[in-house]
């Protein structure tokens, strides 16, 4: 018997020592388990053909019966005529390596593969849980046979390998939510049955529900969590972002008070600066940005209450401008009334045009509303006062501090100022 290699990337000597090797009087046991072993590696390319009369050469080579099977899979995904023919052979060739090697999960996987696409969705299932019988432990595994439960209307079958796959690879959790979602028509209880109890699962979870529309079951879900976890994860800050660009910023506002234990009141959060600012979880609180213009944060030697205050520092640079380095989102009714009055002072403070603070719609950058600017000179705590009615078609409104030049150049501004103990009050 002759055995015909076309094995594209081999050393020439390497080629010429196998078909010498494959004379039929001369082959020995030796050459017999080199070539197998050539042939059944994925890495070596070969002709289907040469495969096939390889896998005839050596019938009781379980590896060259799993790389023929293997091959047919690949031919046939897109193999429009001929593809029953070639799923049948698949399924015989898997079949081999199978009874050749019985305890190999791969090739119990590689026979569920040919199975499935020779349309035998049990047989598929069968080897599958033979697969796991073998390697119980392996995710793959676990989400083939899951996905093949939900292809099979098995939905319920389903989750416990969903289970298995999401505890040994957490990666993957919002993908089988995506799946799952999809599989049970929206139904929260089938997510749940597969997120861990641990927070960081349930707010993947609470995040996913964000996405899909379902704002209240997200927050519910937080509710039943222990927040001293939650400042030290960060996804949390993750949901509170995707709640606000979802547009529910009422929901975000509840759970971040709730949070840190805020309650309803006050409207501005941190209205005097006592509380350290943080680098996360800062939907609700200050958020302050370093400027070109001044230098800003927060000080501890000047307060008009408290121990705190917001100081800004002027460098001395032409045409001064301060547009969001200091703000606060806040919500309102729309519709209502609100006061906003605040407390400033400063020393030596030189200006065109002083800075002001100001009221926007929540993603608007016009002003809703505009305090005074600032006096120049120098001077003891002042107040400032700003009234405005909350629009009707935004859920809150930012309030900050801007300095925004009437013409392209204007004089530096120079000196330092400090705001204190901002109160936003309902009409």
Not at 14 to 23: G, Q, V
Not at 51 to 71: G, L, V
Request: proline share 4%; aromatic share 8%.
């Amino acid at each position: 018997m002759r055995i015909s290699l076309t094995l594209r990337g081999m050393a020439p000597r390497l080629a010429i020592i196998i078909a010498a090797s494959c004379a039929a009087a001369y082959i020995g046991l030796s050459a017999a388990r080199f070539i197998a072993s050539v042939i059944s590696d994925p890495a070596v390319r070969a002709e289907t053909e040469d495969i096939e009369r390889a896998a005839s050469y050596f019938p009781n080579s379980a590896r060259i019966q799993a790389r023929m099977a293997s091959r047919l899979i690949e031919s046939g995904v897109n193999q429009a005529e001929g593809h029953e023919l070639v799923a049948e052979r698949a399924v015989y060739y898997a079949s081999r390596a199978v009874s050749l090697s019985p305890k190999n999960y791969e090739f119990r996987i590689l026979s569920a593969t040919a199975r499935e696409m020779n349309g035998a969705l049990d047989g598929a299932e069968a080897e599958l849980r033979a697969a796991l019988a073998l390697a119980p432990h392996h995710a793959d595994t676990h989400w083939r046979l899951a996905n093949l439960l939900i292809r099979e209307d098995k939905l319920d079958q389903a989750i416990g390998d969903f289970r298995a796959v999401i505890q040994a690879d957490p990666g993957r959790l919002t993908t089988t939510l995506d799946l799952l979602w999809q599989a049970s028509d929206g139904k929260i209880e089938t997510l749940k049955a597969v997120v861990g109890g641990d927070t960081v699962s349930q707010l993947t979870l609470a995040r996913f529900l964000v996405r899909e529309g379902m704002y209240e079951a997200a927050v519910k879900i937080c509710a039943g969590l222990d927040r001293r976890s939650f400042l030290d994860i960060p996804e949390m800050d993750r949901l509170l972002d995707s709640l606000i660009t979802a547009g529910q910023v009422d929901l975000a506002s509840r759970l971040w008070r709730d949070l840190f234990g805020a309650g309803a009141e006050p409207l501005i959060w941190n209205e005097s600066f006592e509380t350290p600012l943080r680098s996360v979880f800062a939907q609700f609180d200050w958020n302050i940005s370093q400027s070109k213009y001044a230098g800003i944060g927060i000080t501890s030697t000047s307060a008009r209450t408290g121990r705190r205050s917001l100081k800004i520092v002027y460098l001395g640079i032409d045409t001064t401008r301060l547009d969001d380095e200091v703000r606060q989102l806040v919500v309102t009714r729309p519709g209502s009334r609100y006061a906003l009055t605040c407390y400033a002072k400063a020393e030596n403070l030189i200006t065109p045009e002083a800075p002001r603070v100001v009221v926007t719609a929540q993603g608007s950058t016009i002003p809703i509303a505009t305090s005074e600017a600032l006096e120049a000179g120098t001077y003891d705590w002042r107040p400032l006062s700003v009234e405005f009615t909350a629009p009707p078609n935004a859920p809150a409104v930012v309030v900050s501090i801007k300095q925004i030049p009437q013409f392209s150049y204007v004089a530096p501004t120079r000196g330092t100022v400090w705001f204190d103990d901002f109160v936003l009050t309902e009409r």
